[in-house]
């Protein structure tokens, strides 16, 4: 019997109980995170390894994930930005009333007597159109570095529905305040949801397959937008379309870690500056062997284990990562709130079914596809986007190629390549857009041409033809599809900001031309 | 041991943000209004003139305040800086904190009626600009009234004959200068009145967009629209038909009655109405009402230069001779065609067949008892052949070659009814050689322009012979 024994013995059992509250403190937080402050490398990775919210990452991080030059911190600047979205979103879902009569004088309310309710509110708005804004960025920036391969093609495909879900929820909440901006807005996007009809009435099958009306009917519970429509669309802003995000969200960080975090050129080496960001592990803990070892999780995914490589370049997630992580955090954070902080989110009168807006638009990421659909309906509104978000998905699965992932714009000549589809683009597509407002289009010179032959030949259909046929080109002339995919994404991300801007800025009344929003004839 | 780059963004922005969150921290405890409390506390301490005075200022809580309309499901906010509106000493002080004007809040309190019932504006909104909701960019339709069109909110819930005796004078002179200028013949209110205007029932409580302000000088207003429109119609919408120029006080006037055409009904708690039955207007009043916008006293004959044609004299004695009741009333009831003459039935303007009457009455005051001088050969000697050389000659010149009259010419249209069918053709005849005094149709007979009685019948004849 030892000392301890006796002593355990000899303690009557309300000094236990004082013991135990003494140090409840102590012990409660080291049952929730297992550690204390963690100052040895084991204690670095336990920390990371038994957290359930920090196990999604890896207990160690590759320097070149934590150059601020390579992902330059989008994908996480989306992430948070939807954190802040979800947090400022439960704070107004407090104070909102989901009712025609209701909706509008409660954000009202929000704005006017809510503590912070206004600012909240702006952050709410300005976060949620950030996410349009980082999430393309994002994308753009996981397609340069070519970070779509070895292996992450599915995530990339997954990436694009959370795109496709941002839209959505964007949309969903511009309709909420049910001022006219909303009404309106509902009005054009469910003309768009309709808009298959151009195509289903030429072909003469509307009667069997009214896809565009069932479409409708479905975003507005009904042909035209009322009590039922808000309903809905809170129902989807609120519930269905945040779990849906979720999920898909949950999806692609686990495949990112799945895969073995971010991409990374083959030929790494770290520099000096990488020193600013990233602090070298302690080599003397020797826990750790100087190679890198496998267990079985790496071996059921059938890999070869690589030893004694890249090693040298892996350093701690704690503190490494955590605090590059918690540094964009913030500095999204300070964003958004400065920017609420000044820029109020508009609100208009009371909405107002017998005074149309003029111009009654779409939310400003949809005007793109609203000036394509004052070309053809169907192809502005079903046809091209389909068929954009169709090259999208693809992209992965059509270029295969495996050399210089993780190098952004792959090497010179993809460098090349991405300027001159810039250039290219950037010149063709507003010279379509000054020959469309100059001359107009086919219905302008033959007023009785069939309805079918524009939907088929317009601005729109031609310009993502020759983007299609340009990229085949590029294939063709440099043998690689890797350049033909990047000509294909300029020029997508071009048509997307000239489109963009071109219908918010240079669009006035009756969808007619105008330098700028100055020129409107004032009503 | 962190990298110093993450570090310095993460203190960097962190600095940032708890600025920005303590500075809308400070908006949220001091909002717009709070200043104002502030202040007004401070006013009232100042003007304490005893103790007591002071020290119920002094426990002056300050807070959102607001007050309730039941009725009508909405708050107003207005009181959280128009602090002293029922303080009577604050009779002289500035605004916002000035005392109510008059002694309209002792029956209407404001706990009952708030401020937005009879000022307009945004009673939710709790700063100055997004509550009294002016200009484009506040989008609210309502922006507050101004002191002059203020009086436009009681009609709401009193009657016209109450407001001019009780402090609501002048837009019960508003009502009677719409009454009196005959706005009612070609606008309806209420049912009742010309269809040649638009029907302004609504009309003041309009959103803003319904109004076309390119041409408005001054602020872009509901109220605004209105009163430049009443001053000089065509300025403010080119190709408008109306027919009115008021001088300054009138069209406020007229813009404070305008104003009280809202279509939303205040709820009953508010009201204080008496719906005493219609009172029988005489003929002269209903002439006003109804006629005297076009026809003006109805004793000459006039040219208007938007319609682009002659309105007749219908109180002229000279046309009385030749319209009988009989003859004014089918003219009333079932109007001109193709002039602006709408019809008058009652399915058509609301109005009465015994007002119609009294209106030919009235007309009809100045008709001369004996009708005209007989005309010396009968009527059905005319040949139309040389009445055609004669027509053309001598009258297309204002009733136009196929004698439709009409626009740009002086002339009344001949193919009319009244002057095919219904007219004696021997007056005709009379008319022609006598002409029509307080027209422009002058006499055509031997002694004017030189026209034998044979001519003159041959004209008619050939008048009458117009296909129909």
């Known amino acids: ?523 | 041991m962190y990298s110093r780059f993450y570090l310095s963004v993460l203190l960097m922005s962190g600095l940032v943000l708890v600025t920005y969150l303590v500075l809308t921290a400070y908006d949220g405890v001091m909002p717009e209004w709070k200043h104002y409390q502030i202040e007004y506390k401070e006013l009232l301490i100042k003007n304490a003139k005893d103790d007591a005075t002071r020290t119920r200022a002094q426990s002056m809580q300050s807070g959102l305040r607001q007050t309730y309309l039941a009725g009508l499901k909405r708050e107003d906010r207005c009181v959280n800086c128009h602090l002293g509106v029922d303080n009577p000493m604050m009779a002289d002080a500035k605004l916002p904190f000035k005392k109510h004007s008059g002694n309209y809040l002792a029956n209407h309190p404001v706990d009952k009626f708030g401020c937005t019932v009879c000022h307009d504006g945004q009673g939710s909104a709790t700063t100055l600009e997004s509550a009294h909701g002016k200009g484009h960019g506040a989008h609210w339709d309502r922006p507050v009234l101004p002191l002059e069109y203020v009086q436009s909110s009681c009609a709401q819930c009193h009657d016209f004959d109450m407001l001019s005796k009780n402090g609501g004078a002048k837009v019960a002179g508003g009502e009677t200068l719409f009454n009196e200028k005959g706005c009612r013949g070609c606008h309806k209110v209420n049912g009742r009145g010309g269809s040649l205007g638009k029907t302004l029932d609504k009309v003041g409580s309009e959103p803003i967009a319904y109004f076309s302000m390119k041409h408005v000088i001054g602020d872009h207003t509901v109220y605004n629209w209105l009163k430049r429109h009443f001053e000089d119609p065509q300025n403010i919408m080119r190709n408008s038909e109306m027919k009115v120029s008021l001088k300054g006080s009138d069209s406020a006037l007229l813009t404070m009655f305008a104003m009280t055409l809202r279509s939303d009904e205040m709820p009953k708690q508010y009201r204080d109405m008496k719906y005493t039955p219609e009172v029988k207007l005489n003929g002269e009043s209903l002439y006003k009402r109804y006629c005297i916008a076009c026809h003006e006293d109805g004793t000459r004959s006039l040219y208007n230069e938007i319609f682009n044609r002659t309105i007749p004299a219908i109180r002229n004695p000279a046309f009385l001779k030749a319209a009988d009741d009989k003859t004014l009333e089918t003219i009333i009831k079932e109007g001109r065609k193709s002039t602006q003459m709408t019809s008058w039935k009652t399915v058509a303007s609301g109005v009465s067949d015994e007002d119609v009457k009294n209106i030919i009455g009235y007309l009809s005051e100045k008709r001369p008892a004996e009708k005209y001088e007989p005309f010396p050969i009968p009527m059905s000697q005319g040949e139309p052949n040389n009445g055609k050389n004669i027509f053309e000659t001598h009258c297309s010149v204002c009733h136009g070659k196929d004698g439709r009259g009409g626009e740009d010419r002086l002339g009344v249209s001949l193919r009319s009814p009244v002057v095919q069918k219904m007219v004696n053709p021997e007056f005709l005849a009379a008319t022609i050689r006598d002409g029509r005094s307080g027209t422009p149709m002058p006499p055509f007979g031997k002694d004017a322009i030189g026209l034998g009685d044979k001519d003159i019948a041959d004209v008619v004849a050939y008048v009458r012979a117009f296909p129909k």
């Open chain 1, 1 to 523: 019997m030892n000392e301890v024994e006796v002593n355990e013995i000899e303690r009557s059992g309300l000094s236990k109980f004082t013991d135990n509250l003494k140090s409840l403190a102590a012990t409660v937080f080291g049952s929730v995170f297992r550690n204390g402050s963690p100052n040895s490398d084991k204690a670095r990775a336990s920390a990371i390894f038994n957290n359930f919210f920090l196990h999604i990452q890896g207990t160690k991080t590759h320097i070149n994930t934590l150059r601020p030059s390579y992902t330059l911190g989008l994908g996480l600047i989306s992430f948070f930005l939807l954190v802040i979205v979800v947090a400022s979103g439960i704070f107004l879902m407090v104070y909102y009333n989901p009712s025609v009569e209701n909706a509008y004088q409660s954000v009202k309310n929000i704005i006017y007597v809510v503590f912070g309710g206004n600012v909240t509110r702006n952050i709410h708005k300005w976060a949620g159109e950030g996410m349009i804004i980082f999430v393309l960025l994002h994308m753009a920036r996981v397609f340069f570095t070519g970070s779509y391969k070895s292996g992450r093609e599915f995530n990339w495909v997954v990436g694009v529905i959370l795109l496709i879900l941002v839209f959505v929820l964007n949309l969903t909440g511009y309709l909420l305040p049910w001022d006219q901006l909303s009404y309106w807005a509902l009005v054009i996007v469910s003309n768009i949801m309709q808009s298959p009809r151009e195509l289903t009435d030429s072909l003469g099958i509307t009667r069997f397959f009214d896809v565009g009306t069932f479409s409708r009917e479905f975003f507005l519970a009904g042909m035209v937008p009322g009590k039922e429509s808000l309903n809905r669309v809170y129902l989807f802003h609120v519930m269905v379309l945040p779990l849906i995000i979720s999920v898909f969200a949950g999806i692609h960080f686990w495949r990112i870690r799945k895969d073995g975090g971010m991409t990374k050129p083959d030929a790494f080496s770290p520099t000096v500056s990488d020193s600013g960001y990233a602090v070298p592990p302690a080599k003397t803990a020797g826990i750790f062997p100087t190679h890198k070892t496998y267990g079985l999780m790496e071996l059921a995914r059938g890999k070869t284990p690589s030893v004694d490589k890249d090693i040298e370049n892996m350093v701690f997630s704690w503190p490494n990562l955590l605090i590059a992580e918690l540094a964009v955090l913030m500095l999204t954070l300070a964003a958004v709130v400065v920017y609420s902080y000044y820029i109020n989110a508009p609100i208009r009168e009371f909405a107002n079914p017998l005074i149309p807006e003029n111009p009654a638009k779409a939310p400003w990421y949809f005007l793109g596809l609203q000036e394509l659909l004052s070309y053809s309906a169907f192809m502005g509104g079903a046809g091209l986007p389909m068929l954009t978000l169709f090259g999208l998905f693809l992209i992965p699965y059509l270029d295969r190629e495996q050399y210089n992932v993780g190098t952004w714009f792959t090497d010179r000549k993809g460098k090349l390549i991405a300027f001159e589809a810039f250039v290219i683009s950037t010149v063709l597509l507003i010279g379509i857009l000054v020959f469309a407002v100059n001359f107009g289009w086919l219905r302008s010179w033959f007023p009785e041409i069939p309805q079918l032959v524009i939907t088929l030949v317009n601005p729109g259909s031609i310009w993502v033809g020759f983007i299609i046929v340009w990229s085949l080109f590029v294939i063709r002339r440099t043998g690689s599809t890797r350049m033909g995919a990047m000509s294909l994404f300029v020029m997508f991300l071009v048509s997307y900001v000239i489109l963009t801007y071109f219908a918010t800025e240079m669009r006035g009344p009756n969808w007619g031309f105008f330098w700028s929003m100055s020129q409107w004839p004032i009503h």
